[in-house]
């Protein structure tokens, strides 16, 4: 079943500008300058790539290959590579899947968690210095607004097939977290 979208000239201004600046926050925070600085600055020498599988690893259980492609939005022979990689430096362990033993799942290793702890406190600390002439309560409502929206797109959001993607649990410590890691510079035009 295919949803359809409103025609150009029923879309409100405020959402074109809600869309101006997601896309705006997506360059600043995807540029290879920004990466480059908050790995050097935690100290963790990974790729974009790597952050990203390490992120979606520590934010959730052990996860299959599979799985964990599907929630990257990537192929499983790119996660398979990337994890191997990372397995290797230590990173990153399988372990067996309790549902299927002949089946693997991915984890961080103590070293891994430690080294993405760092990545996340640096990425922390880079969005507290740019937001910090807001108001508390100015960065509540716009912690609230962004889970706001992100369930909604959620919601919205449909496969190739037309099927709803699964929804990812949100962890209620992400709630009393300062933002979305990998901002950790003030955007600038």
Do not use: C, N
């Amino acid at each position: 079943m295919s949803t359809r979208l409103p025609a150009a000239a029923q879309v409100s201004t405020d959402v074109v500008e809600i869309e101006r600046a997601l896309t705006r926050i997506t360059y600043l925070t995807s540029r290879v300058k920004q990466h480059e600085r908050l790995v050097a600055v935690a100290g963790v020498p990974l790729d974009r790539a790597a952050v990203a599988l390490l992120r979606q690893i520590a934010d959730s259980e052990p996860l299959r290959l599979g799985e964990l492609a599907a929630r990257l939005a990537v192929e499983a022979s790119h996660v398979t590579r990337q994890v191997q990689q990372l397995q290797k430096a230590g990173y990153v362990t399988r372990v067996p899947d309790p549902d299927d033993r002949r089946a693997q799942r991915i984890q961080l290793t103590p070293f891994g968690k430690e080294a993405y702890d760092r990545i996340r406190e640096a990425s922390w600390r880079g969005m507290q210095m740019a937001l910090a002439e807001w108001s508390p309560q100015d960065l509540r409502q716009l912690a609230s607004l962004f889970h706001r929206m992100v369930d909604d797109f959620l919601g919205f959001a449909t496969d190739d097939d037309g099927a709803e993607q699964a929804e990812q649990p949100e962890q209620a410590e992400q709630a009393e977290q300062p933002g979305p890691e990998g901002a950790e510079a003030a955007p600038s035009a």
